[in-house]
Each structure stands twice: as structure tokens, then as C-alpha cells.
């Protein structure tokens, strides 16, 4: 019995580390300002990945560089949803379900780019309570 429960462990383990250890290639982020074009320094930019089926890739975070640029790890992975967010201070977020199709298109041997562009401003709040 206790070889089996062994079996079934090691089984286990051995299926959450392939896609922990799924294959990933960089992806070069550069985040400006909408409305000046400017870099955004210190935005953070983070992949994860979800799925209620089976084990996922570790996500991936990362933060732009004077130039508003940095280097994404993203997993090869097609299991689930693939969550791409960016955000820096003063800033609304981006997030997107699904990466960037210019990151998407490009062949594995290509250098995978893209840009995103984000607005000033902070995300709406809604009180709720008595006007009074």
C-alpha cells in the first residue's frame, strides 16, 4: 500500500513541475504614457496563468527600466487563460486575458515585442453609504 501511495506522489509531483517547468522565452515590454509617448520607469509588468484543470507555468513579473522597457519571461503554454498586466503609480492598469497578438504571431525564433500604453489616472471607487 504505501509503495502505491508513493507511486501516486511521485506521479503528482512529477505533473505540477512539467508545467512549472514549461519552456519560456522573453518577451521585450515597453510601457509609455498614452497621452506624451514618454517611457514609464518602475512599471510592473507580471504574466500568470489560470486554469482550473491542471498545474499552471510559476508566473512571471518583472519592472521597466528608465526606458520604460523590460524583459518578460513568459511560459509556452496553452493549458488555460494567460493573465498580462501592467501597472506603475499615477496610472491606470492594463490587463488583458491574453497576450498581445504581436507577441503571439511571431515565430519562437523571432524577437517577441510589444508596447503598451497607459493612461494617467486612478481606477473609480463607488461609496456606498448614506448621502447624508
Excluded at 517611457?39 to 489560470?50: E, G, Q, R, T
Excluded at 499615477?90 to 515585442?113: A, C, H, I, W
Aim: aromatic share 8%; glycine share 6%.
Amino acid at each position: 500500500m504505501s509503495r502505491r501511495l508513493s507511486i501516486v506522489i511521485l506521479a503528482l509531483s512529477l505533473s505540477q513541475g512539467c508545467a512549472w517547468l514549461a519552456p519560456r522565452y522573453p518577451v521585450e515590454v515597453t510601457v509609455l504614457d498614452a497621452e506624451s509617448g514618454k517611457p514609464i520607469p518602475k512599471a510592473k509588468v507580471n504574466v500568470d496563468y489560470l486554469t482550473k484543470l491542471s498545474p499552471t507555468p510559476a508566473w512571471s513579473e518583472t519592472f521597466t527600466d528608465e526606458n520604460g522597457t523590460t524583459n518578460l519571461k513568459v511560459a509556452d503554454w496553452d493549458g488555460g487563460l494567460t493573465q498580462f498586466r501592467v501597472s506603475a503609480k499615477g496610472y491606470l492598469e492594463f490587463e488583458s486575458m491574453t497576450l498581445p497578438k504581436e507577441v503571439l504571431k511571431n515565430r519562437k525564433d523571432q524577437p517577441r515585442r510589444t508596447t503598451i500604453h497607459l493612461y494617467r489616472g486612478t481606477a473609480p471607487a463607488i461609496k456606498i453609504g448614506d448621502p447624508k
